[in-house]
């Protein structure tokens, strides 16, 4: 970060977030933190620990556990390749400025386009009048997380398009009505593995909280752990390896695993597994995932060793980023007519 009002000099400005609700797995790594990594050769970046997110749903919020899986989301998030040299980590409860913003933008977005963002819907499905507040404004606090630091490119998996989509319209009518104070987003999806299946239920995309036990392949397990998982890979009893998502789901799941962790085509994947039976697929996809995943899961419990490092890395991210949030948030107030104090 080189400038108090965000200036990147020339460099683009990235900025995502994660919440510390689980333990971090493939689908997380494929859609999000490669591409997280990736970014940083190319742009000034920015990634949160995003623990306000992470205390909307009541079933996932255990206060007992949550400052321990904030440490833990972030030794994984340097684990895998954050360079703190070259990027800003942070909690996104450090800085205060991500509440005060999307109260701000509460003000600007709708009743309407909230309840119309498909990841409510599904969490809320037929417990409307039970679920927190906080849920349902959870894409408004996202704007703001994305926002305040003029962020032009977000690297997200497939589910948070809609979310990203939302934060270009909530800035856009911002600026409209109040004077241009923000840079519109877009989302970046990889190329492939956008949406990482369950290995058990190809039908549900992989996930933290609402995962079956044996289909989440989560960074931190051991070898063994992973190889048996994509053993016990649903699949299908046509017996042919081929790219079908809607007809194949297991399969093609297995594919894309392949390809994004051995950084090929989905296509050249599924040639060269063409003649193969599903039980050499899953030893090959299991072998080629453990490889990439043993530095990270390696670096990663290195890290959670030493927790009051990675507070005292958590701080200066903190500090950086606060340079950046604080002028975006005094701006947007300004440009609202709320008074300065004196
Ligand atoms: P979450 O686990 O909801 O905090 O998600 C963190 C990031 O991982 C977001 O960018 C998600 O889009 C991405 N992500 C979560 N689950 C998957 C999945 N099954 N496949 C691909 N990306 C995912
Ligand atoms: N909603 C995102 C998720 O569950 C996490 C998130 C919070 C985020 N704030 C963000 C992602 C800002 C990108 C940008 O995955």
Redo the contacts with the bound molecule.
């Keep these: 970060m080189t400038g108090p009002d965000g200036a990147t000099g020339g460099r683009a400005r990235v900025?995502?977030?994660?919440?510390p609700s689980g333990a971090v797995h493939l689908g997380n790594l494929l859609g999000?933190l490669t591409s997280w990594v990736a970014l940083q050769d190319e742009a000034d970046c920015v990634y949160?620990v995003?623990d306000l997110?992470a205390i909307t749903a009541p079933d996932e919020h255990d206060p007992a556990l949550l400052q321990q899986r904030t440490l833990d989301l972030a030794a994984v998030l340097f684990g895998v390749g954050v360079d703190p040299a070259r990027s800003t980590l942070f909690v996104?409860s450090h800085v205060r400025e991500h509440a005060e913003l999307a109260w701000l933008f509460n003000c600007v977005a709708t009743f309407g386009e909230l309840g119309r963002m498909p990841q409510f819907k599904e969490k809320a499905a037929g417990r409307d009048a039970s679920v927190s507040v906080g849920l349902f404004d959870?894409?408004v606090?996202?704007t703001a997380?994305?926002l305040l630091y003029h962020a032009t490119k977000?690297p997200?998996?497939e589910?948070?398009r809609h979310?990203?989509e939302l934060a270009r319209d909530i800035g856009q009518r911002f600026n409209h009505r109040f004077g241009d104070v923000f840079t519109l987003p877009t989302a970046i999806l990889p190329p492939v593995a956008a949406r990482v299946m369950d290995l058990q239920d190809p039908t549900r995309k992989m996930s933290k909280s609402s995962g079956t036990v044996k289909g989440v392949v989560h960074v931190l397990d051991d070898a063994d752990t992973v190889a048996a998982k994509f053993r016990s890979a649903v699949t299908d009893s046509d017996g042919e390896v081929r790219i079908d998502r809607a007809g194949k789901p297991g399969v093609t799941n297995l594919l894309e695993i392949l390809a994004a962790v051995s950084g090929r085509s989905v296509e050249a994947v599924a040639d060269e597994h063409a003649g193969s039976g599903y039980g050499a697929l899953k030893s090959a996809v299991a072998e080629a995932v453990v490889a990439f995943l043993a530095p990270m899961r390696a670096r990663s419990l290195e890290l959670a060793e030493d927790p009051a490092e990675l507070q005292r890395l958590l701080a200066a991210g903190a500090d950086r980023a606060r340079e950046v949030a604080a002028p975006t948030l005094d701006r947007a107030r300004a440009a609202m007519g709320l008074l300065p104090p004196a």
């Design positions: 900025f995502s977030g994660m919440q999000a949160s995003v997110h996104q959870y894409p606090l996202q997380d994305i977000v997200v998996g589910d948070q979310h990203i």
